[in-house]
């Protein structure tokens, strides 16, 4: 089975921190994705990446950087926290054309 | 730019009673279809997916969708629903070969006994 892993469940952060969220995969997938979920308004795209190295913004890139050193490794970066970022990430990757793979999420509060 | 519409953001229903979620899309060229899953407090899983050929696709837990491109629509359907099936469905859309995959806002289908 594709496992996709996030590196916490939850996660508790201060305003202006500098916060990574890694995520992992092990089916050698190309395609890797970190989203955003929020209640009424569905999974919002921040960045992808189909390659080691290569990154695109999706619909929600502001305040956020992404990392892609090595094909099964994805991180998001949130440069300065902010109140508005508290919510749930979700990581996912696939083949290209395929279904994605998710992760089990990660909740961020920033107080 | 593919887009896709959820037309409802919850429905309630009773146990044994039939269910459709609505899923509509937009995209001028061809493409990958997917509905997902997902229980409270968990992450998101695939139902069923249409990539090509028949346009009807059925998921081991007796849902069910069809892909009409004239309506450019996707939507599922289970004909007798458990309490068990309460979640939060969400429509998802890939034009081929593109890697971006966009999902709708969810609907969150609560099965009451």
């Not at chain 1, 092990?26 to 989203?35: I, L, S, V």
């Not at chain 2, 359907?77 to 469905?89: F, L």
Request: hydrophobic share 35%.
């Amino acid at each position: 089975d594709v496992k996709v892993t996030q590196s916490s469940r939850y996660l508790v952060k201060r305003t202006g921190e500098k916060v990574f969220l890694e995520c992992v995969q092990d089916m050698d997938h190309e395609n890797m994705f970190w989203y955003r979920q929020d209640p009424g308004l569905g999974l919002r795209l921040i960045y992808f990446s189909y390659d080691v190295k290569m990154k695109e913004k999706g619909d929600i890139p502001e305040g956020y950087s992404v990392s892609r050193e090595k094909k099964e490794r994805f991180s998001l970066i949130l440069e300065s926290a902010s109140t508005n970022q508290t919510s749930m990430y979700l990581c996912a990757s696939s083949q290209q054309g395929a279904e994605a793979f998710f992760g089990q999420g990660t909740r961020l509060t920033v107080v | 730019a593919q887009s896709v519409t959820q037309l409802d953001s919850q429905v309630p229903v009773f146990e044994e009673a039939p269910v459709e979620l609505r899923c509509n899309y937009s995209s001028s060229v061809s493409v990958y279809l997917f509905w997902y899953v997902q229980y409270p407090n968990q992450g998101l899983q695939l139902l069923l997916k249409y990539l090509s050929g028949s346009t009807l696709v059925e998921s081991i837990n007796g849902f069910e969708a069809e892909f009409n491109k004239s309506q450019t629509s996707f939507h599922l359907r289970k004909p007798s629903v458990h309490i068990s099936d309460t979640a939060e469905y969400f429509c998802a859309v890939n034009r081929g070969s593109n890697y971006k995959l966009t999902f709708g806002k969810g609907t969150l289908l609560t099965v009451n006994p």
